[in-house]
Structures are given as structure tokens and as C-alpha cells.
């Protein structure tokens, strides 16, 4: 006869707190994955609302009936359009507290950095109406940040809705970035190596598995209800001959120093932050507006003029124009705090510049060379790299995005090229650290750190405690009896101390009890069993705790954590 289950293991492994406790380790993997497929789900779903709120009005009003073609407006719109949506999205933020206003990627990794990577809601609502008001309006910018921000903030507000351990949050926020560039595109590769590569700035092994999940799934979601477009289909191009080598190795060092004055117009505008926000948005609609009326390419996200750059409709001077007018129209635009993204300028930047590149090369080669389509695409892929100092999520992006492996060995070529020239010659780190380097943000600052953020206080815990009364020697006998390594003395409801089972002389129980509550008053704290290592370590450096008790969420105590185990932790790592 079979036996039946135990109901209570049943219902404690099926539990909430269950849940919660195993997320709180690294190798929580089955509970991750499941996070992963809803974060996944959820950044999808706001993607999709996200696009259509700009994309309908779009698709109705311009002459093309896309949400592209802004350069199909008469001349005089060029200038308004971006003027008079940089005033209404400076009354839209005016509506808002300065910490509010904070949007988009840089946001996104100074909440991972500084605040456990929780998402406030106000700048979620910021992003997600600003953003789409600045694409509506032909700002020049992408919606890759703004996906970025609000994948990351439904999949961290969901695990604080589920009150989930810090670490576990951090991963979400991951998979709603992974997810929501993901549904952007349809590029779920690109979107697992850039959350990984550039939001979270780091590689596990844990990490990457329920982030893939959230790609894979956020793809699936978004492709199911908008079909599985790609955001351009570039022609099949080959790499004609290996003597374009040295070439593409000098167009790489032209790249890099276009990042590099990319990276540096933003941090330059940045100085003007203490203006009214106000004078700031019509600032960068001005100067869009200006630039527009001469290179009308440069509105809005510009899938259309990169597909143009790549199939060669355009001559060498309006791609010069381009690239430089979309450099500083989206640099400036960025530095002055307009909700928009910098991904997608990028990759016309540098489709621009690499095809004005491809032709002068075709005057310099004798014979058979790529056209320059060819160079077009490897300069998406080295802007957008050398920019976000991040040659993986690059190669990637340019793989998925055009669907041609030809790319791959001249663009490894020209990514690193691209990426050494911005970071060693021109002393320029990623847009994205640079920017939060200028508001004061203390990256992370070691290995080590990073571990100890990666799992929670419960995984290292010893939960074999006991609760006693003082003088309550018969309780404490049986507690030892029981294999309890923790005591935790009580009087009148509060403790008192707390003493390690082994410390005890077994044959003078009360007066070990006695000396080691005389020492033990002020050698324990409280700590939040969704905190992290890293917290648990912090706290017990600053208050000097050589103990920390464990509270779940309704406040009981559920374990106790020496500060010597996580100091053995970081001597093992």
C-alpha cells in the first residue's frame, strides 16, 4: 500500500516563506526560472503598452503611416515639433519632485548600486508617459531606455509586492531589462548579455538561466501579439576581401573617437542641471528643432534612416551631416534630462559614419571591396559598443539585428579597436558610468561586494535556535539536548543575550549562562531576513555586532547570523 504525503512537508515546500528562504541562496535556480517567466511576461506586457502610446498617434498623423518619417513634414515642423514637445514634457516633469524625474538606464543601475534595486513608482510613471511624449514629438533619442526603465521596474515592484530577499530583486531587475530590450527589438541574446554586461556588471552562472527565460518568454509574448518583426531587415552583404582589414582597423579609432564625443557632449550638458527643468527641455528641444531643419533624419528613433544607410540610398554628405547632427542633437538632449534613450541613436550614428566610410574606401582599394552597407553595419555595431563600453551586447545586437554572420569577424575587429580608442586614448568609460559617476554614485567596488550582494542573509543563517526565559535551566538542558546550536535569552519579552550552545560548561550551566549574558548585551542586532550579505556585513561593522538575529517578515526571530561566517565567506571567495 502506498503511502500517502506528508501534508506538512507538502505545504511547507509549496509555503511563501519557503519561497522566499531558497531565493536567498545562489543555487535557488527552479524558484529563479519562475521569476525569470514572470518578469519575463510582465516586461513584455508593458513594452507592448509602451510602444502603442506612441507608435498609434504616430502611425495616424504622419504622411509615411508609420511611427518613422518625420523628415516627410514640411520644414517648419522640423523646428516646432521638437520645441513644442520639449515644453510640454518640461510641464509633464515640473509635475514632479527632482528625484523623480530620474529615468532610463542610468537610473536603472544607480537603484541596483544604491537602493537594492528597488524602482520608485513616480519615475516609472515619468518614463513611461515622458518617454513616449518625446518620441511622439521627434526628440532624438531611442526607446530602448525607456524600455529599459519600465521592464526593470514592473519585474522590481513585483518582487517587492511579493516581499522577496534583496538579492533576488537584484536578478529581476535583470530580467526586466533582458525582457524589455528583448520585446523592443526581437533580440534576445542582445538583450541577456546587455542586462548582463552593462545594467548588472556581472556573469553567473544562476543569473544568466532565469534572465534567458525572461527573454525567451518576453520575445514569445511580444511576438505573439505584434508578430516576429525585426526593427529593420537589412540586406544579406557579404565581406568581400581581407585587405578592407587594415581599414577597418583605422575606421575603428574613427569610431571610438565619435563615442568619446558622445560620451563627452552628455557629461558637458550635465553641468547645466541645476537649471529649471523648464529651460532645460526647451533647451534640448531647440537645439533638436535647429539641427532638424537642416537634417530632418535625425527625429525620432530613426530605424528607417539606418535601413536607408545600410541599403546606400544616401550620399556622403548627408551621412556626415547625419551622423554628426544625431551625435550632438541626442548628446545634449541626454546630458539635459530628456526621458529618451541613447541605444538606438547610436546605431545611426555609426551606421551613418561607417557607410560615409564605406565609400571613401571603395576610392582607396583597387578591386573588389564591401559596400558600403557593409561598413554601415560594422559602424552600429562599434558606436553602439565603444558608447556603452560593452563589445559583447554590440557584436551582439549587430547579429541579431541583421541576421548576417558575415559581420562577425571584421566587427570583432573594429569593436575592439572602437572600444580601446574611446577608454585608453580618449579617457572616456561608458556613458552610463560616466554619467553616474558625475552625480556622485559609488560604483561597486569589488568582487567580493558583488558575492555577498548575490544571496541573502538566510542562506548562511543557522536557524537551530531556541527561545528561553531567564533562569530557565531545564528549557535550555533540553534545548541542548535537542541539538539546538543557538540560545536566545528572554526577560520580559525582550532578549537579553545570545550564546552559542557550545560555549556552555554543561556542568555549570547557570553560571556560563550568567558570564555570557554579563558580555552578550550589546553584541547582537536585527537584520531583515530579505536583506543580503553585503547589508548583513555592513550593519555588523558599523554597530560592531558579532551576532545578527534573523527576522522574517511578521518581526519573529528565525535565525541567528555570526558576523565571523561571513567574514570566513570572504576569506573562501
Known amino acids: 500500500m502506498a503511502r500517502k504525503p506528508d501534508q506538512k512537508l507538502t505545504q511547507r515546500l509549496f509555503s511563501p516563506d519557503y519561497f522566499r528562504h531558497r531565493l536567498a541562496d545562489t543555487d535557488a535556480l527552479p524558484q529563479m526560472a519562475l521569476l525569470g517567466l514572470i518578469a519575463g511576461v510582465a516586461s513584455a506586457l508593458i513594452i507592448i503598452g509602451f510602444r502603442s502610446l506612441f507608435e498609434l498617434p504616430l502611425a495616424h498623423w504622419l504622411p509615411s503611416g508609420t511611427a518613422e518619417g518625420f523628415e ?5 515642423w522640423h523646428f516646432l515639433l521638437p520645441v513644442i514637445g520639449g515644453g510640454l514634457i518640461g510641464l509633464w516633469l515640473m509635475l514632479f519632485k527632482a528625484k523623480a524625474r530620474q529615468t532610463g538606464v542610468t537610473h536603472v543601475m544607480q537603484r541596483m548600486l544604491n537602493n537594492k534595486g528597488y524602482m520608485p513608482f ?3 510613471l515619468v518614463q513611461f508617459f515622458g518617454g513616449a511624449l518625446a518620441i511622439i514629438t521627434g526628440q532624438s533619442g531611442g526607446r530602448e ?4 526603465h519600465l521592464g526593470a521596474a514592473i519585474s522590481s515592484q513585483l518582487g517587492r509586492f511579493w516581499q522577496l530577499p534583496d538579492n533576488s530583486i537584484r536578478t529581476l531587475v535583470g530580467c526586466g531589462t533582458a525582457g524589455a530590450i528583448a520585446a523592443s527589438f526581437n533580440t534576445p541574446m ?8 552593462v545594467v548588472m556588471l556581472e556573469y553567473t552562472v544562476v543569473g544568466f538561466t532565469p534572465i ?3 527573454a525567451v518568454t518576453a520575445t514569445l509574448v511580444h511576438n505573439s501579439l505584434y508578430g516576429a518583426e525585426m526593427a529593420f531587415m537589412a540586406p544579406n552583404i557579404a565581406f568581400v576581401s581581407l585587405q578592407e582589414m587594415p581599414l577597418i582597423l583605422i575606421y575603428g579609432v574613427i569610431f571610438g573617437a565619435l563615442a568619446a564625443l558622445f560620451t563627452k557632449t552628455v557629461t558637458v550638458s550635465l553641468s547645466v542641471g541645476g537649471k529649471p527643468i523648464m529651460l532645460r527641455m526647451l533647451g534640448a528641444g531647440l537645439v533638436t528643432g535647429l539641427l532638424a531643419t537642416q537634417v530632418p533624419q535625425i527625429m525620432g528613433v530613426g530605424t528607417d534612416s539606418i535601413l536607408a544607410a545600410i541599403e546606400g540610398q544616401y550620399a556622403i554628405q548627408l551621412l556626415l551631416m547625419l551622423a554628426l547632427a544625431k551625435l550632438f542633437a541626442t548628446a545634449v538632449s541626454v546630458g539635459l534630462g530628456m ?10 550614428i555609426g551606421a551613418s559614419a561607417g557607410g560615409a566610410l564605406g565609400l571613401i574606401s571603395q576610392g582607396l582599394i583597387a578591386g573588389p571591396i564591401s559596400t558600403s552597407g557593409f561598413y554601415a553595419m560594422l559602424g552600429m555595431a562599434a558606436m553602439m559598443s565603444a558608447v556603452l563600453q560593452a563589445p559583447l551586447a554590440g557584436l551582439i545586437a549587430l547579429l541579431e539585428l541583421t541576421h548576417n554572420p558575415e559581420v562577425i569577424l571584421p566587427g570583432m575587429a573594429v569593436v575592439i579597436m572602437a572600444n580601446f580608442t574611446c577608454r585608453y586614448i580618449f579617457k572616456q568609460d561608458s556613458t552610463f558610468i560616466e554619467v553616474l559617476r558625475h552625480q556622485g554614485v559609488a560604483l561597486q567596488d569589488n568582487l567580493i561586494n558583488q558575492s555577498l550582494t548575490q544571496r541573502g542573509v538566510t542562506s548562511l543563517m543557522d536557524d537551530q535556535i531556541a527561545h528561553h526565559a531567564d533562569h530557565d535551566m531545564t528549557g535550555v538542558n533540553k534545548s541542548i539536548a535537542h541539538g539546538k546550536d543557538w540560545l536566545l535569552i528572554y526577560k520580559e519579552n525582550q532578549i537579553i543575550a545570545v550564546i552559542a550552545s557550545q560555549d ?3 556542568d555549570q550551566l547557570q553560571d556560563s549562562i550568567q558570564q555570557a549574558r554579563s558580555t552578550a548585551s550589546s553584541e547582537f542586532g536585527y537584520c531583515s531576513s530579505r536583506a543580503t550579505l553585503r547589508e548583513a556585513w555592513d550593519l555588523s561593522q558599523h554597530h560592531d555586532y558579532a551576532y545578527l538575529l534573523i527576522t522574517d517578515l511578521d518581526e519573529q526571530v528565525i535565525g541567528v547570523l555570526p558576523a565571523s561566517k561571513i ?3 570572504m576569506q573562501q571567495g
Open 504 to 506: 556552555l560548561a554543561l
Open 145 to 148: 531606455g525607456p524600455a529599459v
Open 339 to 348: 526621458p529618451i534613450g541613447l541605444i538606438g541613436p547610436t546605431l545611426l
Open 567 to 569: 567574514t570566513n565567506l
Open 72 to 76: 516627410s513634414l514640411p520644414t517648419l
Open 212 to 214: 534567458i527565460i525572461s
Open 122 to 124: 513616480k519615475n516609472t
Open 190 to 197: 542582445a538583450g541577456v548579455i546587455f542586462a548582463m554586461e
